[in-house]
C-alpha cells in the first residue's frame, strides 16, 4: 500500500544535542509537509516543500530546519533541542497545491529531550 | 487572524446514539473545510471534504453540513459504534496548499 512513513517513531534526545527525523512516502506526491502536535493540541504547521521549492510558516524557530533530497524522502533537522520541543513530530503529503486536496499523514515521532 | 474552535471537552455518548461535534471559524471565508480522524499515537486521517456550496456531504454513517453564514460545520456519526471513538480534527486551508487545524473533540462512544 502506498503510505508515508516515519522513523523512528520514538526518538529521545539530549538537550541542545542536534537531532534528525525522517518521513519517507510512497505516494509521489509533489507536496510534503511538516507539523509539530503537543498533547491536545491542533497540529502546527512549521514548514512545507512544493517539490524543492521550501516555504518555511513566519512562526517557525531558526533552530528547526529541514531538507528534502528527492520526491520520496524529506528530514526535519532541530539543531539544539530544548525542552519546549518535545511533542509528536507529524509528516504529511499531498498531490497539489490546492485546498480541496486531502493531506496524508505518517503516524508521527514522538521526541523526547532530556 | 484565522481561528477554529472545536469543543475542547470530551464527548462522552452511548453506542448507537448519533454523535454531533461542532467546528467554528473566525475572520475567515474558505471555499472548502476538511474533517480528519486521529487515534492516541497516530496520524490523523483524511475523512471528508466539504465545498462552500455544498450543504450536506454523506459518507457512510458520517455526515458533515458546511454553513457559510454561521461559519459553521458540524460532523455527525450516526448509529455510532466504540470502534468511533478516536479525536476528530477540522481543517481549513488558508491557501497554498495548507491546513489550518483545530485542536480537536474527543469522542469516547460506549458499550
Known amino acids: 500500500d502506498a503510505m508515508v512513513i516515519q522513523n523512528p517513531r520514538y526518538q529521545v534526545t539530549q538537550f541542545g544535542k542536534p537531532v534528525t527525523l525522517s518521513c519517507s512516502q510512497t505516494?509521489?506526491?509533489?507536496?510534503m509537509y511538516w507539523y509539530q502536535q503537543k498533547s491536545s493540541q491542533a497540529p502546527k504547521l512549521l514548514f512545507h516543500y512544493y517539490d524543492k521549492d521550501f516555504n518555511n510558516e513566519a512562526d517557525t524557530p531558526d533552530n528547526f530546519q529541514s531538507r528534502r533530497p528527492n520526491t520520496s524522502f524529506c528530514f526535519l533537522d532541530i539543531r539544539s533541542p530544548g525542552l519546549g520541543d518535545a511533542a509528536m513530530y507529524l509528516c504529511?503529503?499531498?498531490?497539489?497545491?490546492?485546498?480541496?486536496?486531502?493531506?496524508?499523514f505518517g503516524d508521527g515521532t514522538r521526541l523526547s529531550i532530556l | 487572524s484565522q481561528k477554529i474552535e472545536q469543543n475542547s471537552e470530551a464527548l462522552n455518548i452511548q453506542e448507537g446514539k448519533t454523535a454531533t461535534l461542532t467546528c467554528n471559524y473566525t475572520n475567515y471565508s474558505p471555499a472548502y473545510l476538511q474533517w480528519y480522524r486521529q487515534d492516541p499515537g497516530r496520524g490523523p486521517v483524511f475523512l471528508l471534504l466539504i465545498r462552500e456550496n455544498e450543504k450536506e456531504k454523506r459518507k457512510e454513517r458520517l455526515k458533515v453540513t458546511f454553513d457559510t453564514t454561521l461559519k459553521q460545520s458540524l460532523f455527525h456519526i450516526t448509529a455510532s459504534q466504540p470502534a468511533d471513538s478516536a479525536t476528530y480534527l477540522c481543517?481549513?486551508?488558508?491557501?497554498?496548499?495548507?491546513?489550518?487545524f483545530g485542536q480537536g473533540t474527543e469522542l469516547s462512544v460506549k458499550p
Open positions: 481543517a481549513l486551508p488558508p491557501g497554498g496548499g495548507k491546513l489550518i
Open positions: 504529511a503529503t499531498s498531490s497539489g497545491q490546492v485546498s480541496n486536496q486531502p493531506q496524508h
Open positions: 505516494l509521489n506526491h509533489n507536496v
